[in-house]
């Protein structure tokens, strides 16, 4: 199970040198992969009355395709975006961004998408929020061919590429996608077309039933569900035996990635993440470099 670390977004703040602290000493502390989240923009609440979302204008985000051309200067990290929110996003252009990201890496980049939640999000970049998954669907299939040949025609209900390709392309032809999900819509849509997915609640009875979703629906689609990855997530409380305990589980359950997360922790600067992230990867037995 390769395990990595999933970037302090909204946590570390603005300061270029604080996000390349923490990628050099994630990598140095043996962790194999950092992966961001993404937000374009965030709602106003004295705008948006009753806005409940978990985030907001005030809330800080960096942006993934750009965070990632830095940090793949910076470190040898697997870069993942999980998720970004492609619906939103062109799709060739984020072809194009991915691809060249997978170059800066040398194919150490999967690209996690998913659908979102924040329409105010989806009307900024004037996108269609009630038909996003269609959209996203056929934002795979155009990038996977994008990625894959110098040449592409295809024309879709959301997309028309006529005799285009991207140059240089990627290293790893296609580049994997992964899907975040959390619905049995999401699964099945995993199943059918992910590489892997990023599974949204602990091991257990619910993650059970989740895996069978996706693996049933893999079958159905002519798919060895075996060959699909799964990357859990485990929260840092503070505590060592509480980490590795939940580590555990993620393993016998199948995950083949698991990251963890130091927000929401009251840790208040990149040195205390870092610091905590020093313990967990003591706890977790990974070699420093």
Same mark, same amino acid.
């Given at each position: 199970?390769?395990?990595?670390?999933?970037?302090?977004?909204?946590? *570390?703040?603005?300061?270029?040198?604080?996000?390349?602290?923490?990628?050099?000493?994630?990598?140095?502390?043996?962790?194999?992969?950092?992966?961001?989240?993404?937000?374009?923009?965030? &709602?106003?609440?004295?705008?948006?009355?009753?806005?409940?979302?978990?985030?907001?204008?005030?809330?800080?985000?960096?942006?993934?395709?750009?965070?990632?051309?830095?940090?793949?200067?910076?470190?040898?990290?697997?870069?993942?975006? !999980?998720?970004? *929110?492609?619906?939103?996003?062109?799709?060739?252009?984020?072809?194009?961004?991915?691809?060249? *990201?997978?170059?800066?890496?040398?194919?150490?980049?999967?690209?996690?998408?998913?659908?979102?939640?924040?329409?105010?999000?989806?009307?900024?970049?004037?996108?269609?929020?009630?038909?996003?998954?269609? /959209?996203?669907?056929?934002?795979?299939?155009?990038?996977? /061919?994008?990625?894959?040949?110098?040449?592409?025609?295809?024309?879709?209900?959301?997309?028309?590429?006529?005799?285009? $390709?991207?140059?240089?392309?990627?290293?790893?032809?296609? *580049?994997?996608?992964?899907?975040? &999900?959390?619905?049995?819509?999401?699964?099945? /849509?995993?199943?059918?077309?992910?590489? !892997?997915?990023?599974?949204?609640?602990?091991?257990?009875?619910?993650?059970?039933?989740?895996?069978?979703?996706?693996?049933?629906?893999?079958?159905?689609?002519?798919?060895?569900?075996?060959?699909?990855?799964?990357?859990?997530?485990?929260?840092?409380? $503070?505590?060592?035996?509480?980490?590795?305990?939940?580590?555990? /589980?993620?393993?016998?359950?199948?995950?083949?990635?698991?990251?963890?997360?130091?927000?929401?922790?009251?840790?208040?600067?990149?040195?205390?993440?870092? &610091?905590?992230?020093?313990?967990?990867?003591?706890?977790?037995?990974?070699?420093?470099?």
């Amino acid at each position: 199970m390769q395990i990595g670390v999933v970037f302090p977004q909204t946590e *570390i703040g603005a300061d270029p040198a604080a996000v390349r602290a923490y990628g050099q000493r994630v990598e140095e502390l043996g962790f194999r992969h950092l992966l961001a989240y993404d937000h374009v923009v965030g &709602a106003d609440p004295a705008v948006h009355r009753g806005w409940s979302g978990p985030y907001d204008v005030h809330t800080t985000f960096h942006e993934p395709m750009v965070l990632f051309g830095y940090l793949a200067a910076l470190t040898s990290l697997e870069l993942v975006t !999980g998720i970004i *929110i492609l619906p939103q996003r062109q799709a060739v252009l984020a072809a194009k961004q991915a691809a060249e *990201i997978d170059l800066l890496t040398g194919g150490r980049f999967r690209m996690g998408v998913g659908l979102g939640w924040n329409r105010v999000e989806y009307e900024a970049l004037g996108q269609d929020f009630a038909g996003r998954g269609r /959209r996203v669907e056929e934002q795979v299939a155009v990038m996977r /061919r994008l990625w894959s040949e110098q040449t592409v025609t295809f024309e879709g209900e959301h997309h028309r590429v006529t005799g285009a $390709g991207l140059a240089p392309l990627p290293v790893q032809r296609p *580049i994997p996608v992964w899907f975040g &999900a959390q619905s049995p819509p999401a699964y099945r /849509r995993a199943g059918r077309l992910a590489d !892997g997915w990023f599974p949204q609640m602990s091991p257990g009875p619910d993650l059970e039933q989740a895996r069978a979703v996706v693996g049933e629906a893999a079958e159905r689609a002519g798919r060895d569900p075996s060959r699909l990855g799964m990357e859990g997530r485990a929260s840092w409380t $503070g505590s060592a035996g509480e980490l590795e305990e939940l580590a555990g /589980r993620w393993r016998e359950a199948g995950a083949t990635h698991l990251s963890i997360d130091t927000m929401r922790a009251g840790l208040r600067s990149v040195e205390e993440h870092l &610091a905590a992230l020093e313990s967990a990867a003591a706890a977790l037995g990974l070699a420093a470099r």
